[in-house]
């Protein structure tokens, strides 16, 4: 079956440091991959998204690139600021299972000022 | 275009109750999705409906049940609540197409005493 893996937390930056974090996948098809992230207190906010291998997704000065070899999807950002403080979701959609969407657990990023 | 909306956004239930959940899509979507959101469990998928039928389906108890009206607005009912049942429901909604992204409402926070 489909899953996705990502690295733990918490995350704790300081402002304008480089953030990656990591996000491996299982799948029996080809999936689109996708990043979702959750400010405290609201629902899930589609960050960036990718369909199809070598694409690369990016918003907001996020960037992830599907890599089918390593069956990764990893999210960067350059220079963090502290409205980047969040939980971060990968996740996966895929037809074997239905398009449902496969979550990984969420990483927390806490960026200090 | 106005975004998914849940009500009510809080709910406080006891043991044994049963609760009903809303979730009005974008405008033009037609396909609605729920999601369990809890820490021990993380983002676990309920069911999805188009065009008033279900489609999908995830490993929830019977207890938990849904529905779609014709304006492709979405209920969930759960029945007989446990304290396990505490957690974020949160819905998201798309076109109805295979890989296509789902955009999530806020979510409705349920707590079981």
């Known amino acids: 079956g489909n899953s996705v893996t990502q690295m733990e937390g918490p995350v704790t930056l300081s402002e304008e440091a480089f953030l990656t974090i990591n996000c491996t996948y299982t799948?029996?098809?080809?999936?689109?991959l996708f990043w979702y992230v959750q400010y405290p207190g609201e629902g899930l906010q589609l960050l960036l998204k990718?369909?199809?291998?070598?694409d690369k997704g990016s918003n907001k000065g996020f960037e992830a690139t599907y890599r089918k070899e390593t069956t990764s999807f990893h999210l960067e950002k350059g220079s963090v600021q502290v409205s980047d403080s969040a939980v971060y979701f990968c996740?996966?959609?895929?037809?074997?299972?239905?398009?449902?969407?496969?979550f990984g657990a969420g990483t927390t990023v806490t960026v200090r000022a | 275009k106005a975004g998914v909306t849940q009500t009510p956004r809080y709910l406080i239930k006891t043991r044994g109750q049963q609760v009903t959940l809303s979730c009005s899509p974008i405008?033009?979507?037609?396909?609605v999705s729920w999601y369990q959101q809890t820490p021990g469990q993380g983002l676990q998928f309920l069911f999805e409906y188009f065009s008033e039928t279900q489609r999908n389906k995830g490993n929830f108890p019977g207890r938990f049940s849904g529905r779609q009206f014709s304006n492709s607005r979405s209920e969930m009912n759960v029945s007989t609540l446990e304290l396990g049942d505490s957690a974020l429901y949160l819905c998201?909604?798309?076109?109805?197409?295979?890989?296509?992204?789902?955009?999530f409402g806020p979510g409705t926070r349920l707590l079981v005493l």
């Open positions: 996740a996966l959609s895929d037809s074997s299972n239905d398009y449902k969407l496969s």
């Open positions: 405008s033009g979507h037609r396909s």
């Open positions: 990718a369909t199809k291998a070598d």
């Open positions: 799948a029996t098809g080809y999936p689109s």
């Open positions: 998201a909604s798309s076109m109805g197409q295979p890989q296509e992204t789902q955009y």
